[in-house]
C-alpha cells in the first residue's frame, strides 16, 4: 500500500503534488505531526556551532546583557560556547558600562556576576537576606549601593550597605530630633530643628560633619550631589541659596531678587 501511494505521488505533475501534500497535512493527527517535526529537525541550522568564537561575541553584543546566560539551556554546544571567558566579559563590560574593571577577572568571578544580573533582571534573587530593624520607617533611600532607612519620629537614621551587608546608625552629636534626611551617592545629610545639619560619608566610618544656618527656613528645600549640600530659603523679596561641600566644610551663598526680570517674580514668602 505504501509503496503504491509512493509511486502514484511521484507520477503527479508539480502543481498537483502541492495540492496532494496540503491535503495530506490536513489529515495528520497531533502524534503524526511529532513525527514529522521530528523528521525535520536534522535540517535545522545551529549557526552558533559554525562561527568562530570572535564572531559569536561579537553577535551577542548586541543583544540583552542577559541573553548569553539565558540562552546557554538551548544545548551543550551553547553551554560551553555561551558560559565562555570571552562571552561572559563582554557582557559584563555591557552591563557596568566602564565602570568595572574585568581585564584580570577569572571565569569564576564572571560567572557569579553573571548570574547576579541574569538573577536582578529576572527578578529572581540568588539569596535574600531578612533585616531586623530598631522600629518602622516612614521613609526609604537608595543613595548608590547604600539603603538609608528613616524611622518615624526618631533622632538617627540607619544605613545598610548592599555591598557589605554592614548596618550603621547615624545620628547627630546631642542626639536632636531630625526635621529632615537627604541623601547623594556619596553622603546623607540630618537636619534638625536647631539649624544644624549633621553630615556623615557612606563609605567611611568616621563621626559626622555639621555646619550651621541663619534659619531652618534654608532647610525647607535641600538636595545632595556628590559632597555638596544645597539649601534653598525663600523671603519675600529674595530667594536665598547656601552651599556647602563635605571635603572642604567650605560654604558660600548667593541670593536670587524676586524682581519681575527674575527667575521667581511671583514668589511670595510663606
Not at 112 to 130: D, E, L, V
Not at 184 to 213: H, N, R, W
Request: charged share 20%; proline share 4%.
Amino acid at each position: 500500500m505504501a509503496t503504491d501511494l509512493i509511486d502514484a505521488f511521484r507520477r503527479l505533475q508539480r502543481h498537483e503534488r502541492g495540492q496532494v501534500v496540503d491535503a495530506l497535512l490536513a489529515e495528520l493527527t497531533p502524534d503524526e505531526w511529532r513525527r514529522v517535526y521530528a523528521a525535520s529537525r536534522p535540517f535545522h541550522c545551529d549557526f552558533i556551532a559554525t562561527l568562530p568564537i570572535e564572531l559569536v561575541v561579537h553577535v551577542f553584543s548586541h543583544l540583552d546583557v542577559a541573553a548569553p546566560y539565558r540562552l546557554r539551556s538551548v544545548s551543550k554546544h551553547w553551554n560551553h560556547v555561551l558560559g565562555s571567558l570571552h562571552v561572559l566579559k563582554t557582557g559584563l563590560d555591557q552591563w557596568y558600562q566602564g565602570t568595572v574593571d574585568l581585564r584580570g577577572a577569572d571565569r569564576a568571578l564572571c560567572e557569579r556576576k553573571a548570574k547576579a544580573i541574569h538573577a536582578f533582571r529576572t527578578g529572581r534573587p540568588t539569596s535574600a537576606i531578612k533585616i531586623d530593624t530598631h522600629g518602622q520607617h516612614d521613609e526609604f533611600l537608595l543613595a548608590g549601593n547604600h539603603l538609608v532607612l528613616v524611622p518615624s519620629r526618631e533622632r538617627y537614621v540607619e544605613v545598610l550597605n548592599l555591598d557589605t551587608w554592614q548596618f550603621r546608625s547615624l545620628r547627630g552629636e546631642a542626639h536632636e530630633q531630625l526635621l529632615g534626611v537627604f541623601a547623594s551617592d556619596q553622603i546623607v545629610a540630618m537636619t534638625t530643628y536647631s539649624t544644624t545639619c549633621y553630615v556623615y560619608e557612606l563609605q567611611g566610618g568616621q563621626g559626622p560633619k555639621k555646619f550651621s544656618v541663619p534659619s531652618t527656613r534654608y532647610f525647607t528645600n535641600v538636595a545632595c550631589c556628590g559632597h555638596t549640600i544645597a539649601c534653598v530659603a525663600h523671603f519675600a523679596k529674595h530667594t536665598s541659596v547656601f552651599l556647602w561641600e563635605y571635603n572642604t566644610q567650605r560654604g558660600r551663598s548667593f541670593d536670587i531678587s524676586h524682581g519681575p526680570d527674575s527667575l521667581f517674580p511671583q514668589l511670595k514668602s510663606e
